[in-house]
């Protein structure tokens, strides 16, 4: 069964304190692996699409990263703004078609 | 402002009435979506509608009927709601996203919260 994994749940940084996020996947024919940001009350805004293995993608402190078996969101001297819930979805198919299946996120608060 | 836009933005009704909610994309997207986010905060297919054709249903109780008019707008209708609707429902867009290979992203509206009491 296709599934996404997030970890940690929640995680709380110091101002200018880096570190990753997790998302493991199992999905039968990988098409893409997307990386939203959620802020309370939104709905969740479009940050990355990676396709292969390998791949990187940047947008100002935040860089995503590509395995066969998971991607990580590599956040660089966080600040304040960047408190939000981060989620991970992998497009997979049902009955022929495509859908994005998600994680259940984990929630970044970035205190100063 | 080029986005997905839904109303109502909050729904507080009472069980067993019915209600609907509406969405419109002015990105020029062929593929609509609905979306279920619980108290837990999971996202979860509900419908998809690609070119006004419905492509998924997901095991949806049959009480939740979407209808896609033109490939602009999609409404969801819920009859005889239950305590257990409450949550808040999310439309999408995107280009592609019925059978095509290559990956296409999502742009989600702002969120329509649903408490029935």
């Known amino acids: 069964e296709d599934q996404v994994t997030q970890s940690p749940e929640a995680l709380r940084l110091q101002e200018g304190e880096s570190s990753s996020l997790n998302c493991s996947y199992t999905v039968s024919g990988l098409r893409g692996l997307f990386w939203y940001r959620q802020d309370p009350g939104k709905g969740p805004e479009f940050l990355f699409t990676?396709?292969?293995a390998g791949e990187e993608k940047e947008k100002e402190r935040l860089k995503a990263t590509l395995t066969k078996k998971e991607s990580f969101l590599h956040i660089t001297a966080p600040k304040p703004e960047d408190s939000a819930t981060y989620l991970c979805?992998?497009?997979?198919?049902?009955?022929?078609?495509?859908?994005?299946?998600f994680g259940a996120g984990t929630r970044l608060a970035v205190h100063p | 402002d080029t986005a997905v836009s839904q109303t109502p933005k909050y729904l507080v009704t009472q069980m067993g009435n019915d209600k609907s909610i509406k969405c419109e994309q002015n990105?020029?997207?062929?593929?609509m979506y609905w979306y279920k986010q619980d108290s837990k905060k999971f996202l979860k297919i509900m419908f998809s509608?690609?070119?006004?054709?419905?492509?998924i249903n997901e095991t949806v109780p049959n009480r939740f009927s979407p209808k896609s008019p033109d490939k602009a707008h999609l409404n969801l209708h819920i009859n005889s709601l239950e305590l257990g609707d409450s949550a808040v429902y999310f439309c999408a867009s995107s280009q592609g996203g019925g059978t095509t290979p290559r990956p296409y992203e999502q742009y989600f509206g702002p969120g329509t919260r649903l408490t029935v009491t």
């Open positions: 509608y690609n070119n006004k054709e419905l492509i």
């Open positions: 979805a992998v497009q997979a198919r049902s009955g022929g078609y495509n859908k994005l299946i």
């Open positions: 990105l020029g997207h062929d593929t």
């Open positions: 990676l396709y292969s």
